[in-house]
């Protein structure tokens, strides 16, 4: 039962323009939401996260958008550098729960 | 400061020996999780503990066990190890228990069972 699905495996993208990363979940009882961002051989890094109770976040170049009705977030990248060509994870939580829920992740190459 | 330090980076073990896995939390987090990383079935938890105590466990068969130190040093160990369990091992640890007060991951130690 994968609750937090991210249906594109990779992205391709031109240096200098707007990356957009997609998620989707379906647990309702989700609260808060976060990206991490995966190179090889190393461990996630946290980049940014999402209250349920907000709509948007924005931290410099990056940017969560949430939909809740849609149960959907999307990650944009502003704009993409080839330092951002990594793994993106999604990942959700709830109130309560000691754990995160990743999506598969999503591949993201900027091309000069 | 110095980050999650996991040990060792790389193992091969044969099917049917047992492994144990160590992290080494950020000083001052009381908070460790374990992750499991594979290529089928992406990042998957594991188990987190807060203060030696295990709080939640994830949907692993009983082989898949784990302990924290009262300096919150954390251990996993998997007995009787299966082909399928090579996979990268990731330990997150933070300041307070629950993932949204921001998890800090380890570089993960790689599995290969053969």
């Known amino acids: 039962d994968q609750q937090v699905k991210q249906n594109s495996p990779s992205l391709s993208v031109q240096e200098g323009r707007i990356s957009i990363l997609n998620c989707d979940y379906t647990n309702s009882m989700f609260d808060y939401f976060l990206w991490y961002k995966k190179y090889p051989a190393e461990g996630p890094t946290f980049l940014i996260s999402?209250?349920?109770?907000?709509d948007k976040n924005e931290d410099g170049r990056f940017t969560v958008f949430l939909n809740k009705s849609a149960k959907h977030l999307s990650l944009h990248i502003v704009p993409s550098q080839p330092g951002d060509s990594a793994v993106y994870f999604c990942?959700?939580?709830?109130?309560?729960?000691?754990?995160?829920?990743f999506g598969q992740g999503t591949r993201l190459t900027i091309n000069p | 400061k110095a980050g999650v330090t996991q040990t060792p980076r790389y193992l091969i073990k044969t099917r049917g020996q047992q492994v144990t896995l160590s992290c080494s939390p950020i000083?001052?987090?009381?908070?460790v999780s374990w992750y499991q990383q594979t290529p089928g079935q992406g990042l998957q938890f594991l188990f987190e503990y807060f203060s030696e105590t295990q709080r939640n466990k994830g949907n692993f068969p009983g082989r898949f066990s784990g302990r924290q130190f009262s300096n919150s040093r954390s251990e996993m160990n998997v007995s009787t190890l299966e082909l399928g369990d090579s996979a990268l091992y990731l330990c997150?640890?933070?300041?307070?228990?629950?993932?949204?007060?921001?998890?800090?991951f380890g570089s993960g130690t790689r599995l290969t069972v053969v």
């Open positions: 997150a640890s933070s300041s307070r228990q629950g993932p949204s007060y921001g998890y800090t």
């Open positions: 000083s001052g987090h009381r908070s």
């Open positions: 999402i209250s349920s109770i907000k």
């Open positions: 990942a959700a939580s709830y109130q309560g729960a000691q754990k995160l829920v």
